[in-house]
């Protein structure tokens, strides 16, 4: 390659690398910048109406009231002797 083949392409490097510079630091700024207004639409006035429906979901864990005895309170006689040692 000659002199001035070199020369054209790292011109050509040095001029894409300033663009992609002016692009990334100076023209994004520029435009992210304004804010977004919120457009009205379907989907925004079904959110706004509807409500969570996880909020309203019930407990349902049923280790949370485990009896361990089945058997509980089958005992006629349970409560009717108080020990007076105790």
Do not use: H, W
């Not at 349902?60 to 485990?66: G, L, Q, R």
């Amino acid at each position: 390659m000659s002199k001035n083949t070199l020369i054209g392409i790292s011109v050509l490097a040095v001029v894409v690398v300033a663009g992609a510079l002016y692009y990334f630091l100076v023209y994004q700024k520029q435009v992210t910048v304004a804010p977004l207004e919120r457009e009205e639409s379907l989907g925004s006035d079904l959110f706004d109406k509807t409500e969570n429906p996880g909020s309203t979901v019930p407990d349902t864990n049923p280790f949370e009231k485990v009896q361990a005895n089945p058997l509980q309170g089958t005992n006629p006689f349970e409560g009717g002797y108080q020990n007076p040692f105790e």
